[in-house]
């Protein structure tokens, strides 16, 4: 809302109990205590601070990185949820770095961009390509202009012909290192550091499937 700072702010929905300011909450994922000098809530344009918040309630939290789509806030309790499920995105393009000078800003663009469900990032094991995977092909006009406008960074996509991104798990440890050894070129990781296998058509995933039962394909990720 102020283009000379830009803030992150997450939105966080109360279920139950009663927000308060300056309240120690603990953060589940991080198992960590956090207290908030300023939760906001908005109304058009207007940002007022708030002292309590109710089952309803939607109020915004500065964020200086802490929080990813799906976390927890309680008063103690370790209360574990599933998290928001990730699906493997339908369109696939390599993001080129247009300006070395701004290196530092794309990555720091591109890191909290995903953190915000924008689309989907993929490291390529053996180039380390960051590959972005969409829904639709307007989502990688919207990172463009967002990295050059709100980061100062700008890139430039390659085309990518791939048809899945595919997270792959196993009980097997030995069919798994097997798998991670023959099928290299086609592995990389995703935000998390979750191993993901980059099929490039669907007869390549049905080959993969066929020749390697052992290892599960998943097409969503709730991690």
Excluded at 131 to 151: H, K, M, P, S, W
Aim: charged share 30%; glycine share 6%.
């Amino acid at each position: 809302m102020d283009p000379r700072h830009r803030d992150r702010i997450a939105f966080l929905r109360i279920c139950s109990g009663t927000f308060e300011r300056n309240t120690n909450y603990l953060h589940v994922r991080q198992g960590k205590k956090i207290k908030f000098s300023n939760p906001t809530s908005f109304m058009a344009s207007k940002k007022t601070v708030v002292e309590e918040a109710y089952p309803g309630d939607v109020v915004g939290l500065y964020d200086s990185g802490n929080f990813k789509i799906g976390d927890s806030l309680t008063e103690g309790e370790e209360l574990h949820f599933k998290g928001i499920p990730r699906f493997s995105p339908e369109q696939f393009r390599v993001v080129v770095n247009a300006d070395p000078m701004k290196t530092k800003q794309l990555n720091k663009g591109l890191d909290q961009l995903m953190d915000e469900g924008v689309a989907q990032l993929f490291i390529r094991d053996f180039d380390q390509a960051k590959i972005i995977g969409t829904v639709g092909a307007l989502q990688f006009d919207v990172i463009q202009y967002r990295l050059e406008n709100e980061y100062g960074a700008k890139c430039r996509y390659e085309p990518l012909n791939l048809y899945k991104a595919c997270w792959i798990t196993s009980d097997d440890e030995a069919a798994m290192k097997e798998f991670l050894q023959r099928r290299k070129r086609d592995l990389g990781r995703d935000k998390t550091g979750e191993v993901v296998y980059l099929a490039e058509s669907s007869w390549s995933l049905k080959m993969a499937q066929d020749n390697h039962p052992e290892i599960q394909f998943h097409f969503v990720s709730e991690k």
